[in-house]
């Protein structure tokens, strides 16, 4: 059930931010290592975090 949810969730957010979710919390990667990967600023990568996991925790609620 949990993890359906999470799924249904996830898919929810836009590749991008799927994208970087999965480089940060799947592989463990640092914001520095993201920033490099996508050629961007940490503190952009860092922003894009953390609008992401509030699009993701509001899209848990909504599920939930």
Known sequence: ???QLVR???S???IEQQHLLALR???D???EEI???LGQHPNQVKTLQFA???QLRLHL????
């Open 35 to 37: 920033a490099r990967l």
């Open 25 to 27: 919390f799947s592989t």
């Open 29 to 31: 990667f640092s914001i």
């Open 52 to 54: 992401s996991l509030e």
């Open 8 to 10: 249904r969730s996830l």
């Open 1 to 3: 059930w949990l993890s």
């Open 12 to 14: 929810k957010l836009t």
């Open 61 to 64: 609620e909504e599920e939930n």
